[in-house]
């Protein structure tokens, strides 16, 4: 008998690679998407089978977290092995317009679903796995974090994770249920969400690479966080699940990097030289050279001409705006994956370099698409925050 496994948040970057790692073994995968008016399934359309296909392995329904009925209906037609709850309103800046929203989305989403299964009986059944996050230990009060540091939410967003975070060990504690969170520190890909600051980032630069952008405007280029890639992180996820007791694991790379940072790596990949000056709100990043055989090969000759024309440190390629500063701040988070390596012998295959190489180069082929339709006369979409 093949493995049933439901996935909410399927659309999303992790949904969308885990539903992909669970097929590859032999799953059949159900996620749950939300309706909505414009086409949302970019990251699962290669993974799509129309209903009228008989024994399908990768089935959609609509719902939401929001929606208690809703999820008791399709985990009790699903009948589950596997519940991987992805879905949260996961923008950490957005969450302070959308407290409300967030809290019964990310909050108590979670508790809808450990009760579904408790009420419906499956608990013996069905292993639940909680996607929580290092936005819980917001002011750190230890470093490294590991699974014993204290939680210190700050935002809407994490202290929603903090009560998803409690109600899983509590109905773990209470009901004897194989429920278990995975702490995942930052993970990024290239189809990560455009504005998530990894993305934003690599899509802005390869416009500017193109021409096409003249600048990018950054919140906080001084907080550190630690970044993997999330192919790495679903193979963590579906590793919890296939542990004979449930636990929390923190999932992570150990290695802290500066935004400021990220961004010099991102643009000396495609041979764009920065250099940052200025403190604060007066911070800037300017273009100080061109690594010419790099930036050929990775972006084209045909644009070399005009990212030196523009002149190297005139007008900033990067400047900051207060307006992507968070109310209350989180300036470091660096994860102890110890406990994941060892119990779960699991390790990243990807390190930072790789991840930052693998995401330009998608993003230079999709900006260097929306180029040649700008050249030849076609209109081309622009897409705001």
Same mark, same amino acid.
């Given at each position: 008998?093949?493995?049933?496994?439901?996935?909410?948040?399927?659309?999303?970057?992790?949904?969308?690679?885990?539903? %992909?790692?669970?097929?590859?073994?032999?799953?059949?995968?159900?996620?749950?998407?939300?309706?909505?008016?414009?086409?949302?399934?970019?990251?699962?359309? +290669?993974?799509?089978?129309?209903? +009228?296909?008989?024994?399908?392995?990768?089935?959609?329904?609509?719902?939401?977290?929001?929606?208690?009925?809703?999820?008791?209906?399709?985990?009790?037609?699903?009948?589950?092995?596997?519940?991987?709850?992805?879905?949260?309103?996961? +923008?950490?800046?957005?969450?302070?317009?959308?407290?409300?929203?967030?809290?019964?989305?990310?909050?108590?989403?979670?508790?809808?679903?450990?009760?579904?299964?408790?009420?419906?009986?499956?608990?013996?059944?069905?292993?639940?796995?909680?996607?929580?996050?290092?936005?819980?230990?917001?002011?750190?009060?230890?470093?490294?974090?590991?699974?014993?540091?204290?939680?210190?939410?700050?935002?809407?967003?994490?202290?929603?994770?903090?009560?998803?975070?409690?109600?899983?060990?509590?109905?773990?504690?209470?009901?004897?249920?194989?429920?278990?969170?995975?702490?995942?520190?930052?993970? %990024?890909?290239?189809?990560?969400? %455009?504005?998530?600051?990894?993305?934003?980032?690599?899509?802005?630069?390869?416009?500017?690479?193109?021409?096409?952008?003249?600048?990018?405007?950054?919140?906080?280029?001084?907080?550190?966080?630690?970044?993997?890639?999330?192919?790495?992180?679903?193979?963590?996820? +579906?590793?919890?699940?296939?542990?004979?007791?449930?636990?929390?694991?923190?999932?992570?790379?150990?290695?802290?990097?500066?935004?400021?940072?990220?961004?010099?790596?991102?643009?000396?990949?495609?041979?764009?030289?920065?250099?940052?000056?200025?403190?604060?709100?007066?911070?800037?990043?300017?273009?100080?050279?061109?690594?010419?055989?790099?930036?050929?090969?990775?972006?084209?000759?045909?644009?070399?001409?005009?990212?030196?024309?523009?002149?190297?440190?005139?007008?900033?390629?990067?400047?900051?705006?207060?307006?992507?500063?968070?109310?209350? %701040?989180?300036?470091?988070?660096?994860?102890?994956?110890?406990?994941?390596?060892?119990?779960?012998?699991?390790?990243?295959?990807?390190?930072?370099?790789?991840?930052?190489?693998?995401?330009?180069?998608?993003?230079?082929?999709?900006?260097?698409?929306?180029?040649?339709?700008?050249?030849?006369?076609?209109?081309?979409?622009?897409?705001?925050?």
């Amino acid at each position: 008998m093949k493995k049933v496994a439901l996935i909410t948040g399927i659309t999303g970057q992790d949904g969308a690679y885990l539903a %992909e790692y669970l097929l590859k073994k032999g799953y059949i995968v159900h996620g749950i998407k939300r309706r909505s008016s414009l086409f949302n399934t970019d990251r699962i359309d +290669h993974l799509y089978q129309d209903p +009228h296909v008989e024994n399908r392995n990768f089935i959609l329904h609509y719902g939401d977290l929001t929606d208690s009925m809703n999820l008791t209906r399709i985990i009790q037609e699903v009948q589950p092995d596997e519940i991987y709850n992805l879905a949260a309103m996961s +923008h950490v800046k957005v969450s302070f317009d959308t407290p409300e929203y967030v809290g019964n989305a990310d909050g108590l989403g979670t508790l809808r679903i450990l009760e579904a299964v408790r009420l419906l009986g499956l608990t013996e059944k069905t292993r639940i796995y909680q996607a929580s996050t290092s936005e819980l230990y917001g002011l750190v009060q230890e470093v490294p974090q590991t699974e014993k540091t204290p939680f210190y939410p700050r935002s809407p967003y994490a202290v929603a994770k903090m009560y998803a975070y409690w109600i899983t060990v509590n109905y773990r504690e209470a009901y004897n249920m194989h429920a278990s969170n995975g702490i995942l520190f930052n993970h %990024e890909s290239p189809i990560r969400g %455009e504005t998530f600051v990894t993305r934003k980032v690599t899509r802005a630069l390869s416009r500017i690479a193109l021409g096409m952008q003249e600048q990018v405007f950054m919140g906080n280029l001084s907080s550190k966080r630690d970044w993997g890639h999330a192919k790495d992180y679903v193979r963590a996820m +579906h590793l919890i699940l296939q542990q004979n007791q449930p636990d929390d694991y923190v999932i992570a790379t150990g290695i802290t990097t500066t935004i400021r940072e990220f961004i010099r790596k991102a643009a000396a990949e495609i041979g764009m030289e920065l250099t940052f000056r200025g403190e604060g709100v007066e911070e800037k990043g300017y273009l100080t050279g061109v690594d010419d055989s790099t930036f050929i090969d990775k972006v084209g000759l045909e644009y070399l001409d005009g990212i030196k024309t523009r002149g190297f440190s005139s007008a900033p390629v990067v400047a900051v705006d207060s307006a992507y500063f968070r109310p209350t %701040e989180v300036d470091l988070l660096i994860g102890d994956p110890a406990k994941s390596n060892s119990v779960l012998d699991w390790k990243p295959e990807y390190d930072l370099a790789g991840l930052i190489a693998e995401m330009m180069e998608s993003d230079i082929k999709i900006m260097q698409k929306d180029a040649w339709l700008k050249e030849g006369g076609y209109r081309v979409m622009n897409y705001f925050e």
